[in-house]
């Protein structure tokens, strides 16, 4: 089995710094992805960073996945970006429920005007037509959810809404993957849900945002890491080997396509498709 691979970025913190996303894009081109996933944010300014990420990535020649969320919006205004999207030679989207701006650990209250669930936002996309819809998915269950079950059953929703995939929340151990993948099937959810991988570029700063996320990190991980936090190129050279270990078992077992977090990263990246090479293909 041949493994495709896309990539995720986030969208410039200011206008000077878009040539160094181009840079980045650039650099991601050598490994012929299958395409690049731009993210969001709702605010204004964000909204036309995000645009102007997806453009470069379009001029760069690659198809390109465009984030929206329910969070802080009216069904108006989400779906101008939709339009948008569209305007822009957009054909996928990554629908999400988003977290409220006070961050992923507070409550979340839908719009009174909005789309309620992410749900509803995948349904409405959907029958506007022509777009590939791709939703979040959880190894580890969602950090407010109240249960594994819970977890089911929120995909089961978006994928009866229309959802074409699902992609994972970062994960470091494999096992969490596949018993997620199976009970997923065992509830008839047959849509393909693509692992995603994080390379951990430091290991104190992913180790924070994982416990933020829910996603916990094997010792066996943090032992490889143990005394390097100043080494970037030892820690470099760890990243890259463990990320494509996870994903060389991953296409032992049957995965065809993992989406790799950059992070705007494109070094480790690249280091980690080079290393997997000849094992992978593009894809789409």
């Known amino acids: 089995m041949t493994l495709s691979i896309s990539f995720e970025v986030f969208p410039p913190k200011s206008a000077d710094a878009l040539e160094g996303l181009r840079s980045t ?30 453009g470069a990535v379009r ?5 390109v996945a465009g984030h929206i969320t ?18 822009l030679g957009v054909t996928r989207i990554v629908a999400l429920r988003g977290d409220p701006p006070e961050g992923a650990g507070a409550p979340y209250e839908a719009h009174p005007d909005g789309y309620q669930h992410t749900a509803d936002l995948v349904r409405s996309v959907k029958q506007r037509g022509g777009f590939s819809v791709a939703v979040s998915a959880y190894p580890e ?7 594994d079950d819970h977890d089911l059953n929120v995909l089961a929703e978006k994928c ?14 494999n096992a969490h993957y596949f018993r997620f ?3 997923a099937q065992s509830r008839g959810i047959n849509i393909p849900i693509v692992p995603g991988i994080f390379p951990i570029h430091s290991f104190p700063a992913v180790a924070r945002f994982a416990e933020r996320c829910g996603a916990s990190i094997p010792r066996r991980i ?15 050279k760890i990243a890259t080997e463990l990320a494509t270990e996870q994903i060389a078992e991953l296409a032992t077992n049957g995965v065809g396509h993992v989406h790799i977090y ?5 070094d480790l990246a690249v280091a980690v498709c080079d290393q997997l090479a000849p094992s992978r293909t593009a894809a789409a």
């Open 25 to 54: 894009i650039a650099r991601l081109s050598e490994v012929e992805p299958a395409f690049v996933s731009v993210t969001y944010g709702a605010g204004g300014s964000d909204r036309e960073r995000s645009f102007a990420a997806i």
């Open 59 to 63: 001029s760069a020649g690659f198809d």
């Open 70 to 87: 329910c969070v802080g919006q009216t069904r108006a205004e989400v779906d101008v970006v939709i339009d948008r999207y569209a305007a």
């Open 141 to 147: 269950r969602h950090p407010q959810s109240p249960s």
């Open 160 to 173: 009866a809404a229309g959802a074409d995939k699902a992609v994972t929340q970062m994960f470091f151990d």
């Open 181 to 183: 993948r199976d009970r």
């Open 222 to 236: 943090s032992e490889r890491f143990a005394g390097h936090d100043a080494d970037a190129e030892t820690t470099h």
């Open 262 to 266: 950059t992070l705007n990263r494109a």
